[in-house]
């Protein structure tokens, strides 16, 4: 079992920057492999960027590629996203999910790859 919590939303301008967090439960996090999504009101939940258990191979959405990065700190049991130049369309509650243990080398762009999520934290985006 994982219990993930996301913190670090808030409220920021365009072309600003913020800092997500995700700090998750169990001893086995570092066999995890990480991602985050988001969802926009009125929208889908869609991928953001995911990282595998190694944290060695990262991928990312087009829409924020060169804009965000993803990290984990298996020691601290956490994964980060780093949002640079954010643009309005950047709004949503963003969460972070876990998938494994020991998940495939695949890139982790679908929800129903993930057994377990956080709840989401807002970022707003004021251009």
């Known amino acids: 079992q994982v219990q993930l919590v996301e913190s670090g939303g808030g409220l920021v301008q365009a072309g600003g920057s913020l800092s997500l967090s995700c700090a998750a439960s169990g001893r086995t996090f570092s066999s995890y492999a990480m991602g985050w999504f988001r969802q926009a009101p009125g929208k889908e939940r869609e991928f953001v960027a995911h990282i595998r258990w190694s944290g060695g191979t990262t991928n990312y959405a087009d829409s924020v590629k060169g804009r965000f990065t993803i990290s984990r700190d298996n020691a601290k049991n956490t994964v980060y996203l780093r949002m640079n130049s954010l643009k309005p369309e950047d709004t949503a509650v963003y969460y972070c999910?876990?998938?494994?243990?020991?998940?495939?080398?695949?890139?982790?762009?679908?929800?129903?790859?993930?057994?377990?999520w956080g709840q989401g934290t807002q970022v707003t985006v004021s251009s």
């Open positions: 999910a876990a998938r494994g243990p020991w998940a495939g080398p695949t890139r982790g762009v679908r929800e129903n790859e993930y057994n377990y």
